[in-house]
């Protein structure tokens, strides 16, 4: 049949089984718009108020579903605009496409209105980007761009237009395919490494378990928990790993890191075997990386040969599907008993729990309280700070794609886009996005995006009048000397909410934390909760910069 590239554009995207957008309008892009308009039955546009929303939306739908997000822009500042969203993605290793117009071919290289080389900007930050110019190629790049994105290590990929090859005259012969289904990757697999990783599970008598966003990405939640169970082991988790391990199994020790638990800390620096599962050790885990589990030998699964020895030395690896490479261990590991050695891990773990004050109102009481009324089932999204660390700390996510949050890049405004597209991918779950005061006011405008639609996400705003995080590091690192870290100002988040078109709270008083977030959540409406907190606040333990990760420190240490 004849098509348009605008009419390719959407038979493609039907093809991949597309049924959101997240964009905004323009020049270079309005011939995909006026055919979106035509087919809005069949894929639902979302108009962010800002295309970083857009961004955050896709990334957001993309690891609450496990589909490939789809944001769309502008050229010009609607790409540039993109950007930190792309960054996000791509350092947090979620399947998104980002689609793009330009300016018309002969205007192309001109310095034309709105024109900017999208291409040459993303290419540090998305697994693959295209620049597609013919009509001929639009549907072999589309097509091509959902491929990369969701292969082996998933990752954002562009796809940037220029306006000659959506024009409605300018049609070509289109013939529909049914996209190949994308397997884990199973072929980098090897016997020899499969052996030599046994090899190092039997013969260890103190293993931990560290869960990475690999696990995750892998939906490998099941064989997580099996292989745990059979090689009688410890588990912890990155924040990027998250879910994938029940966080309430009385094998479950915390996060390990820079506010990770004591317990974590202590038993990766004892053990005598680490199993990583889909973890690229950061910085913020590992602590300083020369005295990280010095006594241990490390065997890191993972999809990416690029992750193995760019951090941290190991000593053996399998290159695989985080799932698919414990699918072959499980079926093959002899059950352990490692019953002194886990014995010891409850006894630090009674010795060293989390603690905070509990004589006023506080974030970690407000995640507590989350938990139990939600009861562990709703999809959780943070903004980038303290919130973030007690988000990860206090509340016990038992499922794959329940905790949204941005672990690499460390996006600030990235909670309340990616909760709207979480929602709108799960509409049955409840979804919620903690914030801290000074990140709910980079991209608070997308409360006007969940009014507008009546997307019934939940907002809480931890208000403490500070950059939370930086201060702490100021208080304790530089001489109590907070500079710039102060947001003490005349803005109302209760009315800046309301007039957006939210239901709004303000809560002072730990007795109101109850009442307040179940109506909130009954409501099934936007809503914003703003929590006042103190300013001094902090997140305990902490790992100083440069020390080892068996120096965590507590307040009661100081």
């Known amino acids: 049949m004849l098509l348009s590239g605008s009419e390719i554009f959407i038979e493609c995207l039907k093809e991949q089984g597309v049924d959101t957008i997240f964009g905004y309008p323009g020049g270079s892009i309005l011939n995909l718009y006026d055919e979106l308009y035509k087919h809005s039955h069949e894929i639902r546009h979302i108009l962010t108020s800002h295309e970083q929303g857009a961004s955050h939306a896709a990334d957001g739908y993309a690891r609450a579903t496990g589909k490939v997000g789809v944001c769309l822009a502008t050229s010009g500042p609607g790409a540039t605009n993109l950007v930190t969203g792309i960054a996000t ?34 290419m540090p930050i998305t697994k693959h980007n295209f620049i597609v110019k013919d009509i001929n190629d639009l549907a072999p790049v589309i097509r091509r761009a959902f491929k990369i994105a969701k292969t082996g290590r998933p990752g954002p990929v562009l796809v940037d237009i220029t306006k000659n090859v959506t024009a409605p005259d300018v049609k070509i012969e289109f013939e529909p395919i049914v996209p190949e289904k994308v397997l884990p990757t199973t072929d980098t697999i090897l016997e020899e490494d499969i052996e030599a990783a046994l090899k190092l599970i039997r013969k260890a008598e103190k293993p931990v378990v560290f869960i990475g966003g690999g696990a995750v990405i892998a939906r490998a939640d099941e064989q997580v928990r099996v292989f745990a169970q059979k090689i009688d082991a410890p588990v912890c988790d990155s924040l990027m790993g998250k879910g994938a391990f029940p966080g309430n199994d009385d094998r479950y020790m915390g996060m390990l890191g820079m506010h990770g638990t004591k317990t974590s800390n202590k038993m990766v620096n004892e053990c005598d075997l680490l199993v990583v599962l889909g973890a690229r050790f950061s910085d913020r885990v590992t ?16 999809v990416d040969p690029a992750e193995i020895n760019k951090n941290i030395i190991v000593d053996q690896s399998v290159i695989g599907d985080v ?47 989350l938990y139990e009324l939600t009861k562990g089932d709703a999809i959780i999204s943070t903004d980038v700070g303290q919130h973030q660390m007690w988000a990860a700390q206090f509340y016990k996510y038992d499922h794959s794609g329940s905790l949204l949050t941005s672990g690499g890049l460390g996006t600030m405004g990235y909670g309340l886009g990616a ?3 979480a929602k709108t991918g ?39 009048h500070v950059l939370g995080m930086v201060r702490q590091w100021q208080d304790l690192l530089y001489g109590k000397r907070y500079s710039y870290t102060t947001l003490n100002d005349c803005v109302d988040f ?18 109101q934390v109850e009442d307040v977030l179940k109506e ?14 103190d300013c001094d606040e902090k997140v305990w333990p902490m790992v100083a910069p440069g020390k080892a990760n068996s120096e965590a420190i507590s307040e009661e240490d100081l």
């Open 426 to 464: 799960r509409p049955d779950k409840v979804c919620i996005n903690l914030a801290g005061d000074g990140c709910f006011r980079m991209n608070m405008n997308e409360l006007a995006t969940a009014t507008r639609y009546n997307i019934p996400v939940i907002e809480i705003v931890f208000n403490n």
């Open 520 to 533: 909130a959540i009954s409501l099934n409406i936007p809503v914003v909760i703003e929590a006042v907190i």
């Open 287 to 302: 602590g300083n990386a020369s005295k990280f589990a010095t006594k241990a030998k490390i065997l890191q699964i993972d």
């Open 89 to 122: 993605a791509y350092m947090d290793s979620v399947p998104m496409v980002a689609f793009t117009g330009n300016v018309t071919l002969p205007l192309l290289g001109r310095d034309s209105f709105q024109e900017v080389d999208i291409a040459g900007v993303t």
């Open 323 to 369: 799932a698919r490479v414990l699918d072959i261990l499980n079926s093959r590991i002899e059950d352990a008993d490692h019953s002194e050695w886990m014995a010891y891990v409850k006894e630090m773990r009674e010795k060293y729990p989390l603690t905070y004050h509990q004589d006023r109102l506080t974030g970690p009481y407000i995640v507590e309280k």
């Open 494 to 511: 209760v009315k800046v909410s309301e007039a957006m078109g939210a239901k709004a709270y303000r809560i002072t008083e730990r007795e």
């Open 419 to 421: 909760c709207i597209g």
